[in-house]
């Protein structure tokens, strides 16, 4: 319930700042109408056969900067209910390299006041023994001081791990670890937690396209 609460707060908050501020223009309802790549076709519009992570693979790699609603799936319900049962798991690197649109989630159960999502793109790349993840920074938002902040002018983070037991896990100032990946009507999904150097909890959702 500590989980729910804060997510609820969070979302209430950045919500109302971000239509004002006109960074989002997609409401929730509208979260089936946002843009695709013109190469992957949506599952309700088509009756072909979903392709398989292998078949789609980096053709779903994208550096489209992500938005709240690009998360919807994330706050609304996997973070609340696991992973859908229908989903298929992706368990080697290979289908995952590539760029994602990533969201953070810093103390989620409001325990710190730390409460904050931060916008940003991670590019996967390497081998299973030895992978990088670079973190492109975008916007920050901190539901404390009901702000956001660009951060496209940081310097990007650069972690390195390892691919084990069909997740992944990368260091650096932190570190990252993606526990589940999955694939669910032509997209890619990956969840998991980051250690932050602070001993903030926080956690991690990734999406593409």
């Known amino acids: 319930m500590k989980l729910k609460k804060g997510l ?14 006109g960074v989002l ?29 292998e ?44 760029s994602w649109k990533a969201l953070i989630f810093y103390d989620p159960n409001n325990e710190y006041d730390a409460v904050a999502m931060e ?19 975008y916007q920050i938002f901190w539901a404390n001081e009901g702000e956001s902040f660009d951060e496209t002018e940081m310097e990007d983070g650069r972690f390195s791990g390892k691919w084990e037991n069909g997740g992944l896990w990368a260091s650096s100032g932190g570190t990252i670890r993606l526990t589940q990946f999955y694939e669910l009507n032509g997209k890619q999904y990956a969840v ?6 602070g001993g903030i909890p926080a956690l991690v959702a990734l999406v593409r396209p």
């Open 55 to 98: 078949e789609t693979g980096v053709s779903l790699s994208t550096e489209e900067r992500p938005g709240l609603e690009d998360f919807l799936w994330y706050t609304e319900g996997v973070a609340y209910d696991g992973v859908p049962a229908d989903a298929s798991i992706i368990d080697k690197i290979g289908p995952l390299t590539g």
């Open 119 to 137: 916008f940003l793109n991670i590019a996967l790349a390497g081998t299973a023994e030895s992978l990088n993840l670079t973190l492109d920074w």
């Open 25 to 53: 223009t997609i409401p929730p309802n509208l979260q089936s109408a946002e843009k695709k790549e013109p190469s992957v076709p949506r599952a309700e519009q088509t009756e072909s056969v979903t392709p398989s992570p």
């Open 192 to 197: 998991g937690t980051m250690d932050t150097p």
């Open 8 to 21: 609820i707060a969070v979302l209430i908050a950045a919500n109302l700042l971000m239509l004002v501020i």
